[in-house]
T-cell receptor
Framework: DAGVTQSPTHLIKTRGQQVTLRCSPKSGHDTVSWYQQALGQGPQFIFQYYEEEERQRGNFPDRFSGHQFPNYSSELNVNALLLGDSALYLC??????????????FGPGTRLLVL | AQSVTQLGSHVSVSEGALVLLRCNYSSSVPPYLFWYVQYPNQGLQLLLKYTSAATLVKGINGFEAEFKKSETSFHLTKPSAHMSDAAEYFCAVRNTGTASKLTFGTGTRLQVTL
């Protein structure tokens, strides 16, 4: 059973560029959440997608946007990159139908470096 | 807003010694609590979770945690540390409503020495 997968594993961009990160959820999961983990910090919630819609959003600017596809996979897009966007981006999947007891399972992350 | 506080950014123990990683939560409603472990250059792996079924929760790799409402704590313990336990440990809380975002602590780096 494949777990959560993310691509690419590493990425280097320059300031002002745009980036797209991809996530495939664990089999049987229908909800995808994205987190940003800066160096030495805990992960910070960016947003969550369910049924192809943004269900909840954290305290991140509109430069951060996402999408969920019918097969439940998801993309995270970041526009106008800033140096401070350098971080490990983690995708987590879960099954919404767990009656509120859903557990999020994390992928290996995409490490983004903005120069 | 819900939050967790992890006391001690670094903890060092000898191999075979007790591991105790501290987590205190702040929540106005009954919380769901989680411990995740992160090995270098990897994502997060779920160790255990508390969802109100039992106050003592057993997880993987010999770890367990006890939910103490009176102390608003959810400390992680392991009776005997192993070298392979060296990693970053994160405590997280999520609300019991429809939104399920996790709020993480700042993490505790566990070092295990011979």
């Amino acid at each position: 059973d494949a777990g959560v997968t993310q691509s690419p594993t590493h990425l280097i961009k320059t300031r002002g560029q745009q980036v797209t990160l991809r996530c495939s959820p664990k089999s049987g999961h229908d909800t995808v959440s994205w987190y940003q983990q800066a160096l030495g910090q805990g992960p910070q919630f960016i947003f969550q997608y369910y049924e192809e819609e943004e269900r909840q959003r954290g305290n991140f600017p509109d430069r951060f946007s996402g999408h969920q596809f019918p097969n439940y996979s998801s993309e995270l897009n970041v526009n106008a990159l800033l140096l401070g966007d350098s971080a490990l981006y983690l995708c987590a999947s879960s099954f919404y139908g767990a009656g509120g007891l859903e557990t999020q399972y994390f992928g290996p992350g995409t490490r983004l470096l903005v120069l | 807003a819900q939050s967790v506080t992890q006391l001690g950014s670094h903890v060092s123990v000898s191999e075979g010694a007790l591991v105790l990683l501290r987590c205190n939560y702040s929540s106005s409603v009954p919380p769901y609590l989680f411990w995740y472990v992160q090995y270098p250059n990897q994502g997060l792996q779920l160790l255990l979770k508390y969802t109100s079924a039992a106050t003592l929760v057993k997880g993987i790799n010999g770890f367990e945690a006890e939910f103490k409402k009176s102390e608003t704590s959810f400390h992680l313990t392991k009776p005997s540390a192993h070298m392979s336990d060296a990693a970053e440990y994160f405590c997280a809380v999520r609300n019991t409503g429809t939104a399920s975002k996790l709020t993480f602590g700042t993490g505790t780096r566990l070092q295990v020495t011979l």
